[in-house]
């Protein structure tokens, strides 16, 4: 069974631009999560999608968003990248059938560098 | 406000020597703590999880121990080996969440 997939692994961006990550789920699995990870803030929760719809979203300001298709894969947007944006950018998925402490296995991640 | 506290920061162990991670949480909504796995350039990858039903889950080398009342788990690797050598982050997530609140790591350095 392949796992979580992200694309692009890596990427460079300038400030002021806009950045779109792809992620593809565990075949199956429902629910997928995204996660920022810097040495300073450590690993933080973005949102979560379930059935193409956000079921949570964490303190992130609005220049991040995400989305889910039918075929569960998900799309996260980051506008107007700042320097500090620049982090390793996990998708996490899980069967997610119930809204409640899922076994979620996460992607190897982007790494996006802001200059 | 971190939610779930993770010690030590760093860790050096021998080779066949016991690792033990510590982590702490307040939120007593939390009913899932896995313990994840990470090395250089890899995402994050689960070790083994526990509920709050039990005091103690074994998989192999590793042992997560559970204390309910004052609200602390532990991971303890046996017979550490260098390959165990990675950042090991804790977790928690809580009834009606599907998000994860990850302690801030511990590198774990097993010298042979």
């Known amino acids: 069974k392949a796992g979580v997939t992200q694309t692009p692994r890596y990427l460079i961006k300038t400030r002021g631009q806009q950045v779109t990550l792809s992620c593809s789920p565990i075949s199956g699995h429902r629910s997928v999560s995204w996660y920022q990870q810097t040495p300073g803030q450590g690993l933080q929760f973005l949102f979560e999608?379930?059935?193409?719809?956000?079921?949570n979203k964490g303190n992130f300001p609005g220049r991040f968003s995400g989305r889910q298709f039918s075929n569960s894969r998900s799309e996260m947007n980051v506008s107007t990248l700042e320097l500090g944006d620049s982090a390793l950018y996990l998708c996490a998925s899980s069967p997610g059938q119930t809204y409640s402490g899922n076994t979620i296995y996460f992607g190897e991640g982007s790494w996006l560098t802001v200059v | 406000q971190q939610q779930v506290k993770q010690s030590p920061q760093s860790l050096i162990v021998q080779k066949g020597g016991i690792s033990i991670i510590n982590c702490a949480y307040e939120?007593?909504?939390?009913?899932?703590f896995p313990w994840y796995q990470q090395f250089p350039g890899k995402g994050p990858a689960l070790l083994i999880a526990?509920?709050?039903?039990?005091s103690e889950k074994k998989e192999g080398r590793f042992t997560i121990s559970f204390n309910k009342s004052a609200k602390q788990f532990s991971l303890h690797i046996m017979d550490s080996q260098p390959g165990d050598s990675a950042t090991y982050f804790c977790?928690?997530?809580?009834?009606?969440?599907?998000?994860?609140?990850f302690g801030t790591g511990t590198r774990l350095t097993v010298i042979p």
């Open positions: 526990i509920r709050p039903d039990v």
């Open positions: 977790a928690a997530s809580g009834t009606g969440a599907n998000n994860l609140f």
């Open positions: 939120n007593t909504a939390f009913d899932y």
């Open positions: 999608y379930f059935s193409e719809t956000q079921r």
